[in-house]
């Protein structure tokens, strides 16, 4: 004897609240995992260089932004010239390697006057580049 059921089937209810499961679930793995460490939240045009070298994930980002008075920030933080020597010379975490953001149009003697100041405490630097050349 063959027994029939009166109830009807929602598959498609079944089968969503898996399919929404995996896809946070990925979403949250992309997001976790990327590689945005080197972003300090400052916009700079960076100058264009066909080299590259692979990244550092413990590392200080100072940017130098162009413009009438160009301004300095560590990491994503604006300092003046005199706290910038203060903060690298405490050395906070064991970072010892520091990524230069200059913007492409900031004054090169600025820039160089930081290089001076990073490696003259002991640091590791790496002039930030980008991988697409774009127009002046």
Do not use: C
Request: glycine letters at 6%.
């Amino acid at each position: 004897m063959k027994l029939e059921s009166n109830l009807r089937h929602h598959i498609a209810v079944l089968h969503t609240a898996p399919i929404l499961d995996v896809v946070l679930l990925l979403l949250i793995f992309f997001l976790m995992s990327s590689r945005l460490v080197i972003q300090s939240g400052v916009t700079v045009d960076l100058p264009f260089s066909s080299w590259s070298l692979p990244p550092v994930e413990e590392s200080h980002v100072i940017t130098v932004t162009a413009g009438p008075a160009p301004q300095v920030y560590l990491n994503a933080d604006r300092i003046d010239f005199e706290r910038l020597t203060a903060e690298l010379e405490k050395g906070e975490g064991g970072r010892r390697h520091v990524i230069l953001k200059a913007d492409r149009l900031a004054p090169y003697g600025l820039v160089m006057e930081i290089s001076d100041l990073v490696l003259a405490e002991g640091y590791e630097l790496s002039h930030a580049a980008s991988a697409q050349r774009t127009s002046p």
